[in-house]
């Protein structure tokens, strides 16, 4: 798959986190919502730059 395709499907699963959080649990689990977000993010941010690296 594309690197995009990949990106997107993570902000895909970092949006329905958020949206579980607050429609579902109301709140209850932002600690554990925001751990699960800031994880995506951080791989996200490895799959960019790897595929930085590997177009060089």
């Given at each position: 798959?594309?690197?995009?395709?990949?990106?997107?499907?993570?902000?895909?699963?970092?949006h329905?986190?958020?949206?579980?959080?607050?429609?579902?649990?109301?709140?209850?689990?932002n600690?554990?919502?925001l751990?699960?977000?800031?994880?995506?993010?951080i791989?996200?941010?490895?799959?960019?730059?790897?595929n930085k690296?590997?177009?060089?």
């Amino acid at each position: 798959m594309k690197t995009s395709t990949f990106l997107l499907i993570i902000v895909m699963m970092m949006h329905f986190i958020t949206l579980t959080n607050i429609t579902i649990f109301h709140g209850e689990y932002n600690g554990i919502a925001l751990a699960l977000s800031t994880i995506l993010f951080i791989s996200s941010i490895a799959i960019f730059v790897n595929n930085k690296r590997k177009m060089k």
